[in-house]
């Protein structure tokens, strides 16, 4: 495994836990944070034993952005296209990792922070969390694909409400508009997170791959186009080991036990 200065990467019973960790700054995404989880997600997609990955950040925030420093300058043209190409290098990378991914919101995500979430299969947040996309308040649009994920996430006039006023909600509020999945006490988000990233991880998790790559697709694709990606996906999971160890637990009338391959 890799050493890392910006971010955290460990294993908790075939979890890789990445936290982001530059509390003094709110864990921003810098260019070296992004170059760093770019590096850290090949590692998890390439470690067969690594079968789930949860996400958090270290001290009270969970990602407070991107980088203040770059935020803070009047960016060349050339710059700009640069910094949000690598942005959406590393959503990219992160929506096609063919392995669940759980975000554990400790704190304020606000702006790509709250987008990160977004990305994520499942999203935990602390009763002390908050999220907003700030963007408007710098007078840009919302990036890493906001405005992808909120109109399918809480409908279109909330989406409006969140990304034209700016305003911050609460992990309350944001699970009651379906924005993330669960809200949690402060003190049980580690526990409960890293809990349904392992169930998850005991899932014939090739099969939640091939899901992922449908569903981020589900909206654009016609019903022939589903269907057609139904039979791809189904040939190929009817070769793997879970599928095989699946039939032989029915048969046997035991509980499965899946490798992920």
Not at 147 to 156: D, E, I, K
Not at 194 to 203: D, N
């Amino acid at each position: 495994m890799s050493a890392y200065k910006n971010i955290l990467l460990e294993v908790q019973n075939g979890v890789a836990v990445l936290t982001l960790n530059n509390p003094e700054s709110r864990n921003p995404l810098t260019e070296e944070t992004k170059d760093e989880m770019l590096a850290a997600l090949g590692e998890i997609e390439d470690t067969s034993e690594w079968r789930a990955l949860m996400m958090t950040g270290r001290g009270t925030a969970f990602c407070a952005g991107g980088d203040i420093k770059k935020i803070g300058q009047v960016l060349k043209a050339e710059e700009t296209q640069r910094v949000m190409k690598k942005s959406q290098q590393l959503l990219r990378r992160l929506l096609n990792l063919e392995k669940p991914v759980v975000a554990a919101v400790n704190g304020d995500a606000f702006g790509m922070g709250c987008n990160l979430v977004l990305a994520a299969d499942f999203s935990i947040a602390s009763e002390k969390a908050r999220f907003s996309e700030v963007f408007i308040k710098l007078g840009l649009i919302p990036d890493f694909g906001a405005l992808y994920f909120l109109p399918r996430l809480v409908g279109m006039w909330k989406t409006k409400e969140l990304v034209y006023l700016g305003g911050a909600v609460s992990a309350q509020e944001a699970k009651q508009m379906g924005l993330i999945y669960k809200v949690v006490p402060h003190e049980e988000l580690e526990k409960e997170a890293i809990a349904l990233a392992m169930r998850l991880a005991q899932m014939p998790t090739k099969a939640i791959g091939r899901i992922k790559k449908v569903l981020g697709r589900t909206f654009e694709m016609a019903l022939a186009e589903i269907l057609e990606e139904e039979i791809k996906a189904q040939t190929f999971l009817s070769s793997t080991e879970d599928h095989r160890e699946a039939l032989r637990a029915l048969l046997e009338k035991r509980q499965a036990k899946f490798q992920g391959r």
